[in-house]
C-alpha cells in the first residue's frame, strides 16, 4: 500500500490548461504520496495526458498549481527535473535505429556534462535499468527490431536510467497483446512494491492497472470526477458517470475486486 | 557490415580523395610541385596556387553543408528536410545577390559583405522556418517541406528581380554563382569561409547528445532534460552562420547536406556523436570528388559542381522518397 503522510511528491492545485482556446483542464485538484501507485481514467479527450504532461513540467502554459515535492514544476530547470521525475510517452511508433543500449543510455542525459563519457556510475544505473526490465539480452538489438512489448520495456528503462524515482506513463499497456500487457503490469507492479518507485499511469485498463492501483483517478472534461481507492470506483454508478456507458461487474478480479466489463445493449 | 569497417571506409576514402584531387585536372602536373611550395614554376603555382585552395574550399564547404544538413534532419526527424531545401541556401544566395546588385565591396571584421550578407539572408530564413514550428509545433514534416519550397520560391523570385534590373553583367555573374561553383575559389574565399565553418561546427559538435534525443522526438528530448527551445534556437543559428558562409563563397550547392548524413547513418548508425564528424569528412570528401569531376569532365571547360550534385542528389531524393 502506499506510503501515506509526509509531503506528497506530486501535487496539482486548481491546474486549469486550455489548448487552442479550449478548457482542457478545468480545475484539476491531485496528490501523489511517495511510493504510491496512482491510476488516471477516463474517456478519450477528458484531459489524462495533458495532465501526465503538466506534471513533467511539458505543457508550457497552465494556471493554478503543480508541484514536485513541493516545489513548483516551473521553477526547476529541465535538466534537474530530468533528475526527479520520467516520462514514458505513448510510443506505437518504432524510434530510430539506435541499439537498445544507446537508447538506455540516452535516458543519462541530465547527469552528463557536453563532452563527458558515461562514468561508471551512469554505466551502473544503465546496467540496473535493463536488468529490472529483464531486457539484457537485447541491448545490441536495433530499436527498429523491436517488437511492441520489448519496445515498451526499452522506453521503461530508459525512463528508469534517468535515476529519478517519480514514473510517468501514458498508456503503458495500449497497443500490447496479453502476454505483453501482463509483463508491464508485472514490472509496474515490482517497481511500485519493491523498487518505491511513485508511479502514475493514465490507462483504459480497468482489470490489470487500475486493480493493482492505490488510488485512481476519474476525469471528465478535464473536471475531477472520482477520486478514491479501486474498490470504491467498481461500482456501476461510478463507471457509468465516467465513461457514460454501462458496466457489468462479476466476482473474481485481483485483490479480491470485482472483474468490469462494458455492458453491451441486447447482451 | 560493421560499424568500425563502415568508420575505416569513410575515412580512408576521404584521405585517398583530398590527396588525389589537387593532382587531377586539365593540366596534368608532376609529383615534383608537391616538395616546391613556392616555386615560380607554373605547374607549381597552379598546384598550391590554384588547385590547394579549391581543394580546401571544396572541403570546407561540403563538411559544412553536410553538418548543416545533419543537424536539420536530426531535429526536424526527417532525412529530406535540409538548410537547402527549407530555403536556407536560397536566403543565402539572395543575400549574396543584393550585395552584387548593389555593388558595394566593404570588408568588416576581415569579412567581405557578400559573407555578411549570405549570414543575413540564411538566418531570415530559418527564422521563418523557425516561426513556422512556433506557430504550428504539431504541423507535420510536410508542411514544413511546403513552407520551404514557397521559401525557395519567395527568394527566387526576389534573386530574378535583381538580376532582371541588374546590368547584363551583373546578372550573368549572379547567375554562374547561383549554379554553385568552385572555380573562382582561391586562398582568399578559404579565409573567408573558414570562421563560420569552424565557429559553426564547434557548436555544433557540443550539442551530440541533445540531436539523438531530438531525433527521438521534442517531448521526450525535453522530458530527459534537453532544454529544447535553446538547444534548437542555437542549432540553427549556428547551422546558418555555417551554411551563410559557405554558400557566400561557393555558391548554393545542392543536395551534400541531404546525401551525406544519410549515406553515414546507414553506415555508422544514428548516433550523432559519431555522425556529425563522419559527415563533415563524408560530405568534404564527396565535394571534392564532384569538383574534381567538375573540372575534368568536360575539360578545358568547367561546369560548375552545383549541377553534379544536383544531377545526383536529385534521383538519391526520389529514392529517399519512394523508399518508405
Known sequence: MAVTGGRPRLATHGLRVSLGGTGVLNGVDLEVGAGELLAIIGPNGAGKSTLLRTLDGLQPSYAGGVEVDGRPVGGYRRRELARVVSFVPQNDVPADDYT??????????????????????????????????????????????????????????????????????????????????????????????????????????????????????????????????????????????IFGSDFVLVAGGRHGLPLVMPARVGS | MSRGVGLALVLAGAVAVILAAPLIGPVSLPFSVLTDPFGADPSSRIFWQIRVPRVVAAFLGGAGLAVGGAVFQAVFRNPLATPYILGVAAGASFGVAAVARIGVGVVILGLGLQSWSALAGALLAVAVVWLVTKLRPDAATSTLLLAGVSLNFFFS???????????????????????????????????????????????????????????????????????????????????????????????????????????????????????????????????????????????????????????????FFLWLLLRK
Request: charged fraction near 15%.
Open chain 1, 100 to 241: 537498445v543500449r544507446a537508447f538506455v543510455e540516452m535516458g543519462r542525459y541530465p547527469h552528463l556534462a557536453a563532452w563527458s563519457a558515461l562514468t561508471a556510475e551512469d554505466r551502473r544505473a544503465v546496467d540496473e535499468a535493463l536488468e529490472l526490465t529483464e531486457i539484457e539480452h537485447l541491448t545490441a538489438r536495433s530499436m527498429k527490431t523491436l517488437s511492441g512489448g520489448e519496445r515498451q520495456r526499452v522506453w521503461i528503462a530508459a525512463a528508469l536510467a534517468q535515476g529519478g524515482t517519480i514514473l510517468l506513463l501514458d498508456e503503458p499497456t495500449s497497443f500490447l497483446d496479453y502476454r505483453h500487457q501482463v509483463q508491464i503490469l508485472d514490472l509496474l507492479g515490482r517497481l511500485h512494491a519493491e523498487g518505491g518507485y511513485t508511479v502514475v499511469a493514465v490507462t483504459h485498463d480497468l482489470n490489470g492497472l487500475v486493480a493493482d492501483a492505490d488510488s485512481v483517478l476519474g476525469l471528465v472534461d478535464g473536471r475531477v470526477e472520482f477520486s478514491g481507492p479501486p474498490a470504491a470506483l467498481f461500482d456501476g454508478a461510478v463507471l457509468a458517470r
Open chain 2, 157 to 315: 523570385s526576389l534573386i530574378l528581380f535583381l538580376q532582371y534590373t541588374a546590368s547584363f553583367a551583373d546578372a550573368y555573374r549572379v547567375l554562374r554563382w547561383l549554379m554553385g561553383g568552385l572555380g573562382g575559389v582561391d586562398a582568399s574565399a578559404v579565409v573567408q569561409m573558414t570562421p563560420f565553418v569552424v565557429l559553426g561546427m564547434a557548436v555544433i559538435f557540443s550539442f551530440g547528445r541533445e540531436l539523438d534525443l531530438l531525433a527521438t522526438g521534442s517531448e521526450l528530448a525535453a522530458s530527459r532534460g534537453v532544454a529544447v527551445a535553446r538547444t534548437r534556437t542555437t542549432l540553427f543559428v549556428a547551422t546558418s552562420v555555417m551554411v551563410g558562409g559557405v554558400v557566400a563563397a561557393c555558391g548554393p550547392i545542392g543536395f551534400v547536406g541531404m546525401m551525406s548524413p544519410h549515406i553515414c547513418r546507414m553506415l555508422l548508425g544514428p548516433g550523432h556523436r559519431l555522425l556529425l564528424p563522419a559527415s563533415a569528412v563524408f560530405g568534404g570528401a564527396f565535394l571534392v570528388l564532384c569538383d574534381v569531376a567538375a573540372r575534368t569532365l568536360v575539360a578545358p571547360a568547367e561546369l560548375p559542381v552545383g549541377v553534379i550534385t544536383a544531377f545526383l542528389g536529385a534521383p
